[in-house]
Nanobody, 118 residues
Framework: QVQLVESGGGLVQPGGSLRLSCVGSGFTFRYYVMKWYRRAPGKEREMVAGITIDGGRKNYAESVKGRFTISRDNIRKTVYLQMNSLKPDDTAVYYC???????????WGQGTQVTVSS
């Protein structure tokens, strides 16, 4: 059974930090590109960050560049999103996604809520 389980969300004050984790199981994690998405209230889902299978390349949405860092540990089958200098606009449900190389296979996690508020 394929699973992606996110954790690490919560309530944080503006300027604070959080680290999200997403653990994969039931598929060969190291062969999947991993991405983080978010959906804010009343807005469409947007991609926040992505990382290649070996971690060699990363890309970010303009709105989070310089503040967020994506990383992965293929031994632990985990992808991380380190979020610094958080803003109220970062408030959203954050999802991780696994995309199979050269295939249309994709898996989604259930999401974790991040709320940035004073």
């Amino acid at each position: 059974q394929v699973q992606l389980v996110e954790s690490g969300g919560g309530l944080v004050q503006p300027g604070g930090s959080l680290r999200l984790s997403c653990v994969g199981s039931g598929f060969t994690f190291r062969y999947y590109v991993m991405k983080w998405y978010r959906r804010a209230p009343g807005k469409e889902r947007e991609m926040v960050a992505g990382i290649t299978i070996d971690g060699g390349r990363k890309n970010y949405a303009e709105s989070v560049k310089g503040r967020f860092t994506i990383s992965r540990d293929n031994i632990r089958k985990t992808v991380y999103l380190q979020m610094n200098s958080l803003k109220p606009d970062d408030t959203a449900v954050y999802y991780c996604k696994a995309e199979g190389m050269g295939s249309n296979t994709e898996y989604w996690g259930q999401g974790t809520q991040v709320t940035v508020s004073s």
